[in-house]
């Protein structure tokens, strides 16, 4: 005797409001190191130089 009966089957499906989060996120961070190292690249700096 089954008094469960069936339940029917329950699909995640993707949230989209932390995936949305996230990619803001990976957005914002990567324009602020492509910034930084082009700005890092403009600086006029002499290194030394090792005689090999």
Known sequence: MNLRGHAPLHHPGIQLAPLVDVLLLLLIFFLLTWN??????????KVPKASA
Do not use: M
């Open 36 to 45: 930084a190292a082009r700005t890092e690249n403009e600086l006029d700096v």
